[in-house]
T-cell receptor, first 113, second 114 residues
């Protein structure tokens, strides 16, 4: 299947700072999804993007569907301690399991008070 | 509103033992999925189901079997557990199979094989 590369792999920031992370694909996507996983829990959908160039916000989170359709970006403004977790990008899998999602390896975010 | 519920939450097995992980969803979703999550590997699809009575293989199906006898339940079985199957297992469901349809996840089952 296609590869999803997330960067950075981890981030260690202070409360109040802004955060940026991105995800790139080896092939064109028509959908980008961003999930957050809190420690000890399952991933929770944050933002879904369905159109190239689309910019969508969810509170302090903003995600963009790249114009090339091979990348997506997630920004978090004014980070707070509860932003701690692993952030995953995901897109449709082009394998035989056509309904499944293909996940990146995640960006681990740590926020210090 | 429970969403997706997985049982058990934790389990330790000895090599060669068998067990079944249960996933239940109360959202009337047609599609259900089993993933495993290993450090640095993200989530990888094991098996999935597009409706009651149907199952299909995902990316890493070897060593696992599944059944979907009822729409709301999706079972994952390990017939003869191996240490390589030590992982966190997540079940997910979605309303439709539209490409990129968001999936709703349970809180996971943490499985250790000794």
């Amino acid at each position: 299947g296609q590869q999803l590369n997330q960067s950075p792999q981890s981030m260690f920031i202070q409360e109040g700072e802004d955060v940026s992370m991105n995800c790139t694909s080896s092939s064109i996507f028509n959908t980008w999804l961003w999930y957050k996983q809190d420690p000890g829990e399952g991933p929770v959908l944050l933002i879904a993007l369905y159109k190239a160039g689309e910019l969508t916000s969810n509170g302090r989170l903003t995600a963009q569907f790249g114009i090339t359709r091979k990348d997506s970006f997630l920004n978090i403004s004014a980070s707070i301690p509860s932003d701690v977790g692993i952030y995953f990008c995901a897109g449709p899998s082009n394998s035989n399991s056509g309904y499944a999602l293909n996940f990146g390896k995640g960006t681990s975010l740590l926020v210090t008070p | 509103n429970a969403g997706v519920t997985q049982t058990p939450k934790f389990r330790v097995l000895k090599t060669g033992q068998s067990m079944t992980l249960l996933c239940a969803q109360d959202m009337n979703h047609e599609y259900m999925y089993w993933y495993r999550q290993d450090p640095g590997m993200g989530l990888r699809l094991i098996h999935y189901s597009v409706g009651e009575g149907t199952t299909a293989k995902g990316e890493v199906p070897d060593g696992y079997n599944v059944s979907r006898l009822k729409k709301q339940n999706f079972l994952l079985g390990l017939e003869s557990a191996a240490p390589s199957q030590t992982s966190v297992y997540f079940c997910a469901s979605s309303f439709s199979g539209r490409v990129g349809q968001p999936q709703h996840f349970g809180d996971g089952t943490r499985l250790s094989i000794l």
